[in-house]
């Protein structure tokens, strides 16, 4: 089959990814093969230099940088996600003020910066949900009780552009010099540095909706071993999830504002009737949870999403 919107395409990865989603990236490149069209694997990290050289006729972000979705697309690139959802994904103070801005439930949160001058880090904004969504009442009290020494085991704190659960940390355990940035060159990116949010109990367990071409094509709960990190990355069980139709509703209101190609989008399952109170949104989303429990062709679907087959 040929493809007569594209005849070449970049999938850009960090040098230091490159390896651990080898399948992916192979998979991905003989997928579009089939139809005729060659996609490159291009390393983020000699991004600057590749593109004064040849420029792509769409592109695939796979590294955790808004710089280079606003760069190609700068350039006429088509990019797959687009800038906009990258700049508000991979900074989670963003996510939170977006889906703030929706009035869908999500976890109240603090947002901190770091002082250039002093170095020290300061209280930005807080981020709490609107008065409509005051039925959960357990919000309330961790609101009252937000900041308060004595409490700092009930919070925790995130690295803004931290991904896979390996910038979490509880409150009282935190030290901001003893973190290397997984993501140092997206932080640098921000002013944003980390979120302080209260510790909410739901079993343990956490919710990822896969999105693809503003659709859902999945959704996957996973259980955390142990700690209070769900990550399947950190050693979580997952399962298959089956959204009802109001659970639906909520997800497909950030995905049509958002416009993504290809996304997950993470909620706490809260109380006994699962309400969605959101987490993040991972731009860069790996599929292997969804993977490990169903057959779903998720490289087929973002492939003819792009190719529009």
């Not at 972000?61 to 280079?68: K, L, S």
């Not at 060159?185 to 209260?198: G, M, N, R, T």
Request: net charge negative.
């Amino acid at each position: 089959m040929t493809c007569n919107k594209y005849k070449y395409g970049w999938l850009l990865y960090h040098k230091k990814d490159i390896d651990k989603n080898r399948w992916f990236i192979d998979n991905f490149i003989e997928k579009f093969k089939i139809h005729n069209v060659t996609l490159e694997l291009v390393p983020a990290d000699d991004f600057d230099n590749i593109i004064n050289n040849r420029i792509p006729d769409f592109a695939i972000v796979r590294a955790i940088n808004p710089y280079y979705n606003r760069k190609l697309e700068k350039s006429g690139v088509r990019v797959y996600n687009s800038s906009l959802l990258s700049e508000i994904s991979n900074n989670k103070a963003n996510a939170v003020s977006f889906v703030n801005n929706l009035s869908i439930p999500h976890i109240p949160t603090c947002v901190l910066r770091r002082d250039e001058k002093t170095g020290e880090l300061y209280i930005h904004r807080k981020i709490l949900n609107s008065p409509e969504f005051s039925f959960l009442e357990y919000y309330d009290s961790l609101i009252k009780n937000f900041g308060k020494k004595s409490d700092y085991e009930k919070y925790i704190i995130k690295s803004v552009s931290g991904h896979g659960g390996r910038e979490v940390f509880i409150l009282n355990e935190f030290d901001s010099d003893n973190i290397i940035p997984m993501e140092a060159a997206c932080e640098k990116y921000y002013s944003d540095k980390y979120v302080i949010q209260p510790y909410i109990d739901c079993g343990n367990k956490d919710l990822r909706v896969y999105i693809i071409g503003g659709k859902i094509i999945g959704a996957v709960v996973r259980h955390g071993i142990s700690g209070f990190k769900a990550n399947y990355s950190l050693g979580g069980e997952v399962s298959l999830y089956e959204l009802r139709q109001d659970q639906k509703n909520t997800v497909m209101k950030i995905a049509n504002e958002l416009k993504a190609d290809y996304c997950g989008i993470d909620f706490l399952l809260f109380g006994n009737d699962d309400t969605l109170i959101f987490n993040e949104i991972e731009d860069v989303v790996g599929a292997r949870m969804l993977s490990e429990c169903s057959d779903i062709d998720y490289i087929s679907l973002y492939v003819n999403h792009i190719l529009d087959i």
